[in-house]
């Protein structure tokens, strides 16, 4: 009875352990995406550490396990893992701003990042699978079979974690309370195989997993109650809504952001009225296109946009189209959007829903979505999305397209390559700088509006020639965006890096 015990243990360890692994990497994007965002370059660093620390593990414990096979020693291992994971949540804060502070390229900082807070109970968790087989291991008759069934174990409980993080633990228990869970989780695991000594080091690692669980709750309760700060994960990036006072208007504002630069959307408090200077530049539509009666925007965020259309186009229609619902019931909560029959709403990928849609069947898009790094989602900007947009227009249709770039310098390499990703569908295709005190080397918003004939330009009140005004030009196009390559979040980290981002 012993025996299967001792065997259903380990084999359970070494499950759980596999299952562990996946979770806290794909948590692991999370914890550090409100410091240096959630792009491309963040997984492949995480990704590329984590496998490299596991690495580092299976040979240690493969060396270990030939000179001392004891499960107190696995025990011990894991739950020194424990520790290790508790040392993230303790210092993940301190870490993580330090690096957003230091100017650099940002594939080193991720690098950085994800070996400081991931590599080592990563290693630790390596050690785990090739110990365990050296325990199980009888003769050499039957090693190929104990090998092969340990390594299943561990690769079937990294898919259920893989699973288990994506649909249930992001979304309803939040990255730092999966620590949390990843820590107490190997802290059982260890004390299942074997006895718990009371030593200095196992109670210095309950300690700091104390703190760090204590610390972590007592700031957010701290950041929620006094600074109105709300941090939380959805299906799709993590959240953060936060108050503030402008700086300018000394008016103060509500801002709900999934990336560490920039805000997606905000509002004044005391009248709901938008904060960024941007929003203004979709009224271009009724200069461009007067008629509009149909207009689709892809990015929903607070929805600032849609409610500032339609409370200033009552007769108009609006469909709507955001990723992630959860954003939609933030924006219900928190940023004043209602119900109306004018608004329809869709939850799915932009790109996938213009691939679906109707020909001809708008008089206007809005494109204001963002992912890391100030960018819209590549999916968003290549020539095929460009050609959907253009397809879904109504004859006179017009485009107008929120970017995020600067005008000039290294900087401006997106701008320019979507520029002259529009030309090639567009006829007509115009750049406003949406601040004209702003550098043009300086990240700023920058409006396009495309036209499927040729725009018109008629008569404009003073607001709209206000607008007009801003027109600016780029010096040389860049090179057209493919689905099959589109270096978006290539040039806007060369862009953030040249600005010391």
């Known amino acids: 009875m012993r025996s299967f015990f001792a065997r259903f243990a380990l084999e359970a360890a070494v499950f759980v352990c596999g299952a562990l692994v996946m979770v806290f990497e794909i948590i692991g994007s999370r914890i550090v995406a409100p410091y240096i965002g959630t792009s491309t370059y963040i997984w492949t660093s995480l990704i590329g550490v984590i496998l490299a620390a596991l690495s580092l593990g299976y040979w240690i414990g493969g060396r270990i396990a030939d000179r001392k096979p004891d499960v107190k020693v696995l025990a011990s291992a894991i739950f020194l893992a424990g520790g290790a994971v508790s040392v993230t949540i303790l210092i993940k804060d301190i870490v993580l701003a330090s690096i957003q502070a230091v100017s650099g390229p940002l594939e080193l900082r991720a690098v950085i990042a994800a070996t400081l807070l991931f590599a080592p109970a990563s290693v630790l968790l390596g050690f785990v699978t090739p110990y365990a087989v050296k325990l199980?291991?009888?003769?050499?008759?039957?090693?190929?079979?104990?090998?092969?069934?340990?390594?299943?174990?561990?690769?079937?409980?990294?898919?259920?974690?893989?699973?288990?993080?994506?649909?249930?633990?992001?979304?309803?228990?939040?990255?730092?309370?999966?620590?949390?869970?990843?820590?107490?989780?190997?802290?059982?695991?260890?004390?299942?195989?074997?006895?718990?000594?009371?030593?200095?080091?196992?109670?210095?690692?309950?300690?700091?997993?104390?703190?760090?669980?204590?610390?972590?709750?007592?700031?957010?309760?701290?950041?929620?109650?006094?600074?109105?700060?709300?941090?939380?994960?959805?299906?799709?990036?993590?959240?953060?809504?936060?108050?503030?006072?402008?700086?300018?208007?000394?008016r103060p504002y509500r801002a709900i952001a999934t990336d560490p630069y920039f805000a997606q959307s905000a509002m004044y408090l005391d009248d709901g009225s938008p904060v960024f200077e941007y929003v203004k530049f979709f009224g271009l539509v009724d200069h461009f296109k007067p008629d509009s009666k149909r207009v689709l925007t892809i990015g929903g965020a607070g929805y600032t946009v849609p409610r500032e259309y339609l409370k200033h186009h009552p007769a108009s229609r609006m469909d709507v189209v955001?990723?992630?619902?959860?954003?939609?019931?933030?924006?219900?909560?928190?940023?004043?959007?209602?119900?109306?029959?004018?608004?329809?709403?869709?939850?799915?990928?932009?790109?996938?829903?213009?691939?679906?849609?109707?020909?001809?069947?708008?008089?206007?898009?809005?494109?204001?979505?963002?992912?890391?790094?100030?960018?819209?989602?590549?999916?968003?900007?290549?020539?095929?999305?460009?050609?959907?947009?253009?397809?879904?227009?109504?004859?006179?249709?017009?485009?107008?397209?929120?970017?995020?770039?600067?005008?000039?310098?290294?900087a401006s390499r997106f701008l320019s390559a979507e520029y002259a990703t529009y030309q090639q569908i567009f006829p007509d295709v115009r750049l406003f700088k949406v601040r004209p005190d702003k550098p043009n080397e300086s990240l700023q918003n920058v409006i396009l509006v495309a036209c499927k004939n040729e725009c018109m330009d008629g008569p404009a009140d003073q607001q709209t020639a206000s607008l007009l005004k801003s027109l600016v030009q780029i010096e040389t196009p860049g090179a057209v965006l493919y689905d099959d390559l589109a270096p978006v979040e290539f040039y806007n980290s060369v862009g953030m890096s040249s600005l010391g981002k």
């Open 322 to 410: 955001e990723i992630d619902p959860k954003m939609t019931d933030l924006a219900r909560r928190y940023f004043e959007l209602e119900d109306d029959p004018r608004l329809t709403i869709f939850h799915q990928d932009g790109r996938v829903f213009l691939n679906q849609a109707p020909p001809n069947r708008y008089d206007a898009v809005f494109v204001d979505a963002f992912g890391s790094l100030f960018s819209i989602p590549f999916q968003l900007t290549t020539i095929e999305a460009v050609r959907r947009i253009h397809d879904s227009l109504n004859r006179n249709g017009v485009v107008i397209a929120n970017i995020g770039s600067a005008l000039s310098g290294d």
């Open 136 to 250: 199980r291991t009888i003769s050499l008759e039957d090693s190929g079979r104990t090998v092969g069934r340990l390594y299943a174990l561990s690769t079937i409980g990294s898919i259920c974690g893989t699973f288990a993080a994506g649909f249930f633990l992001i979304p309803f228990v939040g990255s730092t309370r999966t620590l949390y869970l990843i820590a107490g989780s190997l802290f059982a695991i260890s004390l299942v195989l074997a006895p718990f000594a009371l030593t200095r080091l196992n109670l210095s690692v309950l300690i700091i997993f104390a703190f760090g669980t204590a610390g972590s709750e007592a700031m957010a309760y701290y950041l929620r109650t006094v600074h109105k700060r709300i941090d939380l994960d959805t299906e799709y990036s993590r959240v953060q809504i936060y108050e503030a006072v402008h700086t300018e208007t000394g």
